[in-house]
């Protein structure tokens, strides 16, 4: 069997290829932490966030079904991973929300939940208020299973520090996911829910993308809110939804609420 394209595992969603490269040992004696959806089940985790949201609202599955999908696939599969740093499930649980799940790059700021860099002396941190483009996608009505890794102050081609430890690829556990969002992008390539929120000054959205098989969308500087996203006033990363196919990232840009104090989607 010869090695599958990049294109093709995108194009197959995922799902269908990795089982064949499972079978065939066509990824060399690298360890996969992806796995097939079982037969006859519709395979949720790797469905764009419109088909998800179309779904939703045909009563095709419901928000808690969807969400617990989720966690179980996180739970399943993160140990080897390490993607997931910090989890809200709880939380997300009692939440009446549309239902779409999604994580966030452990920079932004989640009220009640850990914010640190990777920096050892901030890991006792615990953020007040929500990042401004949290508190966007928490009123879209996304529910927020967890924070991913990050490299140390965000400025690696890895996702390690001292506080969470090493994020793996789950195409091969030996290899890094790139860096600094590579928890969000092993959480998408893994089917932790289909967005994730991150950040990009030199690459960090781009090269986590490349290396694990996702889209990321990197767009215009200061377009999106960094309040809450950022350490110091004058440091302003670009944010992003990222998402595992090209045309579901226009629908998750939408909320963003770019330049707008008052978000809407899906109307």
């Given at each position: ?190 089917g932790f829910g289909p ?39 004058r440091s302003s990363p ?30």
């Amino acid at each position: 069997m010869n090695r599958p394209g990049r294109r093709q595992v995108l194009l197959a969603g995922g799902a269908t290829v990795v089982a064949e490269g499972l079978r065939g040992g066509c990824w060399g004696n690298g360890a996969l932490a992806q796995q097939a959806p079982a037969a006859g089940q519709p395979g949720w985790s790797y469905r764009s966030t419109k088909d998800l949201a179309a779904a939703l609202k045909r009563r095709d599955i419901s928000a808690v079904e969807l969400l617990d999908q989720v966690i179980a696939r996180v739970e399943a599969l993160d140990g080897r991973l390490n993607a997931v740093v910090v989890r809200d499930v709880e939380r997300g649980e009692g939440r009446p929300l549309t239902g779409i799940p999604m994580t966030i790059k452990e920079s932004f700021n989640i009220a009640g939940l850990p914010t640190t860099w990777g920096i050892p002396r901030f890991k006792d941190f615990v953020a007040q208020e929500d990042a401004l483009i949290v508190s966007r996608v928490k009123a879209a009505g996304a529910v927020i299973v967890g924070k991913t890794n990050v490299p140390i102050v965000l400025g690696d081609w890895q996702s390690y520090n001292e506080i969470y430890g090493t994020t793996n690829n789950p195409w091969d556990l030996g290899r890094t996911p790139g860096g600094s969002s590579g928890g969000s992008a092993a959480a998408l390539a893994a089917g932790f829910g289909p967005l994730s929120l991150g950040s990009d000054i030199g690459g960090s959205l781009r090269v986590p993308a490349h290396y694990c098989g996702v889209y990321a969308h990197k767009p215009t500087l200061a377009l999106v809110p960094a309040r809450g996203g950022t350490r110091r006033p004058r440091s302003s990363p670009t944010d992003r939804a990222p998402g595992r196919r090209a045309g579901r990232l226009c629908y998750g840009r939408r909320s963003l609420g770019a330049n707008s104090h008052t978000l809407k989607i899906w109307a």
